[in-house]
């Protein structure tokens, strides 16, 4: 089984930043992709970034892009998401989760709980 703990979430003015950070344990973790979505009210799931675990290969959504980085620790098990510029309709509950290779943009093997993001005006 994987475990999947986000952190960093909180509320923030327009044009502020955030790091959020997400912790994976169990036996069989191993991802090769390591993936953050968002799901704002009212709104369906969002594909935000991607980053493989072995070779840090990064892509983001289109909404997201020139503001957001992906990183990761391999040794602490642990990915990033460092959030600049933000604006309110980054306002949503973010998602750390793993998925496997070849595995479309949009999917996931593993989810996380989740960590509110609100950006106010």
């Known amino acids: 089984q994987v475990q999947l703990v986000e952190s960093g979430g909180g509320s923030v003015q327009a044009g502020g930043s955030l790091r959020l950070s997400c912790v994976g344990s169990g036996r069989t973790f191993s991802p090769y992709w390591m993936r953050w979505f968002r799901q704002g009210p009212g709104k369906e799931r969002e594909f935000v970034a991607s980053i493989t675990w072995f070779g840090g290969l990064a892509s983001y959504g289109d909404s997201v892009k020139g503001r957001f980085t992906i990183s990761r620790d391999n040794d602490k098990k642990t990915v990033y998401l460092q959030m600049n510029s933000l604006k309110p309709d980054d306002t949503a509950v973010y998602y750390c989760?793993?998925?496997?290779?070849?595995?479309?943009?949009?999917?996931?093997?593993?989810r996380g709980q989740g960590t509110q993001v609100t950006v106010s005006s």
């Open positions: 989760a793993t998925a496997g290779r070849g595995s479309p943009l949009n999917t996931y093997d593993y």
